[in-house]
């Protein structure tokens, strides 16, 4: 099936599992018909008066046996059904999660945190249960269901399994009825509790600034609100799957009293024996089960295909930035950076975030990318790490098309120090190094020393194995940076990309960091994009963005000269810095 393309492999590989399961289950329910007909045989010979000590004994032990395979063979299908579906649930947890670092940016966009956990939390556990239980309730269902009315059929006259079976049409026709309402009430289940895992996650990560508010009320209504419609959701379905067994008990019900009567009657006549009503009430008890199940069937196996379906929505995705093929490794980077007439556009219906910007970096120079917020240097940035595909012909590393540059290659001669300084909720040293093993102490040490962040962290009790907050959230904005730039430093990369990485820190440490910088940017080609004209203007070439065009370019000196934007900017700031100084 289609819906399974992404599992196919999986099943490819643990098909045997399931062949072994299905076969136990088959085993366990022809023993459990055995059970009828015996009881029947039972009763037959007490009431005949021809059941001797002996032959009583033989049943017991016959039916004690049947029991323990029984026993036996549920256990050993649960251990090959249920395993496979744990196995399925690892299989596609580790997809989605390998597929999610696969996607770019842009997706991450337009798509909350919290629904995409919701996946992991809600839809993969539904999926493996309906590769567990509802394929065993499935397969189970079925077999019992025509193995029962086999067996009924051998055992009494037609007449009788007739009566007996009339409330059973009507109850597979309700049960395709409400498995339709079940259906579509599964994928809003699904939808609703993704709104609620994405309402608390964005909550939990965002409590700060909602007590600094005082939100906590209309944050708790809000939270309330939509914990309401979750559960209007999951009371619609539970009203839907509420009426199955209901009904279900209700057929079986009809049908004993059915049999009690019309067989009662075939008794005292003498059409059937006592041994054969009782056969006959034991196999409509076991129909009764597999009626029941297929509820419990259609309800599992629907929560799991809607589940399945938003999981295929993701995995169908194909990342805009991928490798292409041919794409190749740079064994050694040079640091050449070529921009060519760049225009690019995060959608083809919003204006260009940088529009027909032209710059050449030689390995070793250093380019500031200057100009107000919002201009395109953060997009310059991600561009140059390839977390957004420029147009092919525009962006050259070492002379080759970044296109055809492989993502590992380019990203692991790069050092970045992104805008946003993100840590993981770890310690400061596992950060600096950024889960590589190879990195010692000392090496750690010297990256936040120049980062200007190594006094700080060994203030700490506990040093550089001080496990930060999530986000860092235990440090300052100024120390996150700082470690984030010691992050990019460590790798000595032979690119170096500051992405307005001081903007938390004060302009004293700023010129302390840019000191220390100067000596370790010596043969490396760095990028450093700011708003602080003091922190690029010692640059060999820098650029000035407006609106995403390119409007100034030169050194430092010639831009002054100039007289234009750059220069209107080194006014204003000196003049905020001569005020901050007076306060």
Same mark, same amino acid.
């Given at each position: 099936?289609?819906?399974?393309?992404?599992?196919?492999?999986?099943?490819?590989?643990?098909?045997?599992?399931?062949?072994?399961?299905?076969?136990?289950?088959?085993?366990?329910?022809?023993?459990?018909?055995?059970?009828?007909?015996?009881?029947?045989?039972?009763?037959?010979?007490?009431?005949?008066?021809?059941?001797?000590?002996?032959?009583?004994?033989?049943?017991?032990?016959?039916?004690?046996?049947?029991?323990?395979?029984?026993?036996?063979?549920?256990?050993?299908?649960?251990?090959?059904?249920?395993?496979?579906?744990?196995?399925?649930?690892?299989?596609?947890?580790?997809?989605?999660?390998?597929?999610?670092?696969?996607?770019?940016?842009?997706?991450?966009?337009?798509?909350?945190?919290?629904?995409?956990?919701?996946?992991?939390?809600?839809?993969?556990?539904?999926?493996?249960?309906?590769?567990?239980?509802?394929?065993?309730?499935?397969?189970?269902?079925?077999?019992?269901?025509?193995?029962?009315?086999?067996?009924?059929?051998?055992?009494?006259?037609?007449?009788?399994?007739?009566?007996?079976?009339?409330?059973?049409?009507?109850?597979?026709?309700?049960?395709?009825?409400?498995?339709?309402?079940?259906?579509?009430?599964?994928?809003?289940?699904?939808?609703?509790?993704?709104?609620?895992?994405?309402?608390?996650?964005?909550?939990?990560?965002?409590?700060?600034?909602?007590?600094?508010?005082?939100?906590?009320?209309?944050?708790?209504?809000?939270?309330?609100?939509?914990?309401?419609?979750?559960?209007?959701?999951?009371?619609?379905?539970?009203?839907?799957?509420?009426?199955?067994?209901?009904?279900?008990?209700?057929?079986?019900?009809?049908?004993?009293?059915?049999?009690?009567?019309?067989?009662?009657?075939?008794?005292?006549?003498?059409?059937?024996?006592?041994?054969?009503?009782?056969?006959?009430?034991?196999?409509?008890?076991?129909?009764?089960?597999?009626?029941?199940?297929? %509820?419990?069937?259609?309800? /599992? =196996?629907? $929560?799991?295909?809607? &589940?399945?379906?938003? @999981?295929?929505? *993701? !995995?169908?995705?194909?990342?805009?930035?991928?490798?292409?093929?041919?794409?190749?490794?740079?064994?050694?980077?040079?640091?050449?950076?070529?921009?060519?007439?760049?225009?690019?556009?995060?959608?083809?219906?919003?204006?260009?975030?940088?529009?027909?910007?032209?710059?050449?970096?030689?390995? %070793?120079?250093?380019?500031? /990318? =200057?100009? $107000?917020?919002?201009? &395109?240097?953060?997009? @310059?940035?991600? *561009? !140059?790490?390839?977390?957004?595909?420029?147009?092919?012909?525009?962006?050259?590393?070492?002379?080759?098309?970044?296109?055809?540059?492989?993502?590992?290659?380019?990203?692991?001669?790069?050092?970045?120090?992104?805008?946003?300084?993100?840590?993981?909720?770890?310690?400061?040293?596992?950060?600096?190094?950024?889960?590589?093993?190879?990195?010692? $102490?000392?090496?750690?040490?010297?990256?936040?020393?120049?980062?200007?962040?190594?006094?700080?962290?060994?203030?700490?009790?506990?040093?550089?194995?001080?496990?930060?907050?999530?986000?860092?959230?235990?440090?300052?904005?100024?120390?996150?940076?700082?470690?984030?730039?010691?992050?990019?430093?460590?790798?000595?990369?032979?690119?170096?990309?500051?992405?307005?990485?001081?903007?938390?820190?004060?302009?004293?440490?700023?010129?302390?960091?840019?000191?220390?910088?100067?000596?370790?940017?010596?043969?490396?080609?760095?990028?450093?994009?700011?708003?602080?004209?003091?922190?690029?203007?010692?640059?060999?070439?820098?650029?000035?963005?407006?609106?995403?065009?390119?409007?100034?370019?030169?050194?430092?000196?010639?831009?002054?000269?100039?007289?234009?934007?750059?220069?209107?900017?080194?006014?204003?700031?000196?003049?905020?810095?001569?005020?901050?100084?007076?306060?």
């Amino acid at each position: 099936m289609k819906r399974f393309k992404h599992l196919r492999g999986f099943l490819r590989k643990h098909l045997w599992r399931y062949a072994l399961g299905v076969l136990c289950l088959l085993a366990v329910d022809v023993l459990q018909l055995i059970i009828p007909r015996l009881l029947a045989n039972v009763t037959d010979s007490l009431a005949y008066g021809q059941l001797t000590p002996a032959g009583l004994k033989r049943h017991v032990f016959l039916l004690l046996g049947l029991a323990s395979a029984i026993a036996a063979g549920r256990f050993l299908w649960r251990i090959f059904i249920n395993g496979a579906a744990r196995k399925a649930d690892f299989c596609l947890r580790n997809k989605l999660f390998a597929h999610l670092e696969k996607l770019p940016a842009s997706y991450f966009n337009h798509h909350k945190t919290g629904d995409l956990m919701a996946h992991a939390t809600n839809d993969i556990p539904a999926v493996r249960q309906a590769m567990g239980q509802g394929l065993m309730l499935f397969v189970d269902a079925i077999f019992m269901t025509a193995a029962t009315l086999f067996a009924l059929l051998r055992t009494v006259p037609l007449k009788l399994a007739a009566v007996s079976l009339l409330p059973f049409p009507f109850l597979a026709a309700g049960t395709a009825l409400l498995s339709r309402l079940a259906g579509i009430r599964h994928r809003r289940v699904h939808e609703a509790f993704a709104r609620l895992t994405d309402r608390a996650q964005e909550n939990i990560s965002g409590i700060r600034v909602v007590k600094s508010f005082a939100q906590e009320r209309a944050e708790i209504t809000r939270f309330v609100a939509t914990a309401r419609e979750n559960v209007a959701e999951n009371m619609g379905l539970t009203r839907v799957w509420g009426l199955m067994e209901p009904m279900a008990t209700l057929a079986s019900l009809v049908g004993f009293a059915l049999v009690l009567g019309f067989g009662g009657a075939m008794i005292i006549r003498g059409e059937i024996s006592l041994g054969d009503f009782v056969a006959c009430t034991s196999y409509l008890a076991m129909l009764t089960w597999p009626m029941i199940a297929m %509820g419990w069937v259609i309800n /599992v =196996v629907q $929560r799991g295909f809607a &589940g399945l379906d938003r @999981l295929n929505a *993701i !995995l169908d995705e194909v990342p805009e930035v991928r490798d292409e093929p041919g794409a190749i490794d740079l064994p050694a980077a040079l640091g050449d950076i070529e921009v060519r007439n760049l225009t690019f556009r995060y959608a083809p219906d919003l204006p260009p975030a940088l529009d027909g910007v032209s710059f050449h970096l030689r390995p %070793g120079e250093i380019l500031a /990318v =200057v100009g $107000r917020t919002g201009c &395109g240097k953060s997009t @310059l940035m991600g *561009i !140059l790490t390839r977390q957004y595909n420029p147009p092919r012909g525009t962006v050259f590393i070492d002379g080759i098309d970044i296109l055809d540059i492989s993502l590992h290659s380019l990203r692991s001669h790069i050092g970045l120090a992104p805008q946003e300084a993100f840590l993981f909720s770890t310690s400061i040293a596992h950060n600096i190094s950024f889960g590589d093993g190879t990195y010692g $102490r000392d090496q750690i040490a010297a990256a936040a020393e120049m980062a200007q962040v190594k006094d700080d962290i060994e203030a700490f009790p506990d040093g550089f194995d001080t496990v930060v907050g999530e986000r860092g959230v235990t440090l300052s904005g100024g120390q996150r940076q700082r470690v984030c730039i010691a992050r990019a430093l460590i790798r000595n990369p032979a690119i170096l990309l500051l992405d307005d990485c001081l903007s938390a820190v004060d302009t004293q440490t700023e010129a302390r960091i840019l000191a220390q910088l100067r000596e370790y940017m010596k043969g490396r080609t760095c990028v450093i994009s700011s708003h602080r004209i003091s922190a690029v203007k010692h640059a060999d070439h820098i650029i000035v963005l407006d609106d995403g065009k390119l409007v100034e370019q030169g050194t430092h000196e010639s831009l002054l000269a100039a007289g234009g934007l750059y220069a209107d900017m080194y006014e204003r700031q000196l003049l905020e810095e001569e005020l901050e100084s007076r306060a």
